[in-house]
């Protein structure tokens, strides 16, 4: 019995950059959350100065664990793990996908997936790209942005995030000093002269989408869309 073809799919962005919602409406994929691999709540760094936990530090995530069931997912197809993600983010209820936008994606993905029997797995995190090891598992890689004020806005928006143990609220200096730091800290490495506001460096391997209020969800699952196709070449 041979292997299942595996197309990883990373998405991945700011929080609040709408990576998640985008993820959630994209058809025909199966979806698996890198909040999932959080690690106990006593384990997450803590940071003296502000005297709160770091949930945005790299050290917060289980990698180890991640990028063990990434390579279990590419050789199976079949997610593994207990996932616990719990709907922490926006839900997407209210958001409107056309029925004609739907119907392209499917027609994209038959025309290049028409002869494969692939499976597409989409990984959707925070920070996916930041770790070398863990970057190289994805056949695509995505990152969904938006400007700074935007990030925040939504971000402040948000009730808060169930964990495994308890519910994390922001404090106010939270997604400055922790959420938009870590980002870009660790994603400056992929953009010309380091500023995550600008252009992403040519040859980063990292495909970009801006998605600011006013941007239509149905053009970013076209664009996505697109994309992931494409891989049918692979």
Same mark, same amino acid.
């Given at each position: 019995?041979?292997?299942?073809?595996?197309?990883?799919?990373?998405?991945?962005?700011?929080?609040?950059?709408?990576?998640?919602?985008?993820?959630?409406?994209?058809?025909?994929?199966?979806?698996?959350?890198?909040?999932?691999?959080?690690?106990?709540?006593?384990?997450?760094?803590?940071?003296?100065?502000?005297?709160?936990?770091?949930?945005?530090?790299?050290?917060?995530?289980?990698?180890?664990?991640?990028?063990?069931?990434?390579?279990?997912?590419?050789?199976?197809?079949?997610?593994?793990?207990?996932?616990?993600?719990?709907?922490?983010?926006?839900?997407?209820?209210?958001?409107?996908?056309?029925?004609?936008?739907?119907?392209?994606?499917?027609?994209?993905?038959? *025309? @290049?997936? &028409? =002869?494969?029997?692939?499976?597409?797995?989409?990984?959707?995190?925070?920070?996916?790209?930041?770790?070398? /090891? $863990?970057?190289?598992?994805?056949?695509?890689?995505?990152?969904?942005?938006?400007?700074?004020?935007?990030?925040?806005?939504?971000?402040?928006?948000?009730?808060?995030?169930?964990?495994?143990?308890?519910?994390?609220?922001?404090?106010?200096?939270?997604?400055?000093?922790?959420?938009?730091?870590?980002?870009?800290?660790?994603?400056?490495?992929?953009?010309?002269?380091?500023?995550?506001?600008?252009?992403?460096?040519?040859? *980063? @391997?990292? &495909? =970009?989408?801006?998605?600011?209020?006013?941007?239509?969800?149905?053009?970013?699952?076209?664009?996505?869309? /697109? $994309?992931?196709?494409?891989?049918?070449?692979?």
């Amino acid at each position: 019995m041979t292997s299942p073809k595996v197309l990883l799919v990373g998405i991945s962005g700011c929080s609040s950059s709408g990576k998640t919602i985008t993820a959630n409406l994209l058809p025909s994929a199966i979806l698996l959350h890198e909040d999932d691999f959080f690690k106990h709540d006593e384990e997450i760094p803590f940071d003296e100065k502000y005297n709160v936990s770091n949930w945005d530090s790299p050290d917060a995530l289980d990698l180890p664990l991640f990028r063990k069931e990434l390579d279990h997912i590419k050789k199976t197809g079949e997610i593994s793990s207990k996932l616990i993600h719990n709907d922490n983010h926006d839900s997407t209820k209210t958001i409107e996908v056309r029925t004609e936008t739907e119907n392209a994606i499917k027609q994209k993905f038959a *025309a @290049g997936f &028409h =002869d494969s029997d692939a499976k597409i797995i989409i990984v959707d995190g925070f920070l996916m790209y930041n770790d070398p /090891e $863990l970057a190289a598992k994805f056949d695509l890689k995505i990152l969904i942005r938006a400007p700074y004020a935007t990030l925040k806005k939504r971000r402040a928006a948000r009730s808060g995030y169930q964990t495994l143990e308890s519910f994390w609220i922001d404090p106010p200096f939270y997604f400055d000093e922790f959420v938009y730091k870590t980002y870009r800290e660790c994603h400056s490495q992929f953009f010309e002269g380091g500023n995550v506001e600008g252009a992403l460096k040519k040859g *980063a @391997g990292i &495909h =970009d989408f801006i998605n600011d209020d006013g941007t239509d969800i149905n053009t970013a699952l076209l664009w996505l869309s /697109e $994309l992931i196709a494409s891989l049918g070449n692979l």
